[in-house]
């Protein structure tokens, strides 16, 4: 027990937050696929978000995947291509998920035009 706590207690605490973000992110997929959606057209949007959010781990910490051999040259590349395409994904829908207050929640009936973009929805690309 001394051994495992002085020596691998770093390795163990990595371990179980990977583990732990793994476990959320199964839960969530999960969670999206067998959820009765009034609108179905919510379904392919969260989907889309959970894979940026898989993405974007990935970018953040894929080192081990270059050790264990599961990625090899230029798979860092083919992971920012495949981030940035689901961000172009996201685009549209970026005006209705950054305007969607709570009031906008409680009542359906509710109306909150846009203050950015014009009458189509489109963002001006910079």
């Keep these: 027990m001394t ?11 990595l371990l179980s937050q990977l583990h732990m973000k793994y476990i959320m992110f199964k839960m969530s997929r999960e969670r999206i696929a067998n959820y009765d959606f009034k609108d179905q057209k ?17 970018q953040a910490d894929h080192h081990h995947l270059y050790e264990t051999g599961f990625f090899r040259m230029g798979s860092g590349d083919l992971l920012t291509e495949s981030y940035n395409t689901q961000l172009l994904l996201l685009r549209p ?33 910079l």
Excluded: C, M
Aim: charged residues 25%; negative net charge.
């Design 3 to 13: 051994k495992q706590n002085e020596l691998y207690a770093d390795e163990i605490n």
């Design 42 to 58: 919510i379904r392919p949007l969260l989907d889309l978000l959970a894979g940026i959010y898989a993405l974007k781990e990935l």
């Design 93 to 125: 829908h970026l005006i209705p998920i950054v305007e969607l207050s709570d009031a906008s929640l409680a009542r359906e009936d509710a109306w909150n035009p846009s203050t950015i973009g014009n009458k189509y929805g489109d963002i001006v690309e």
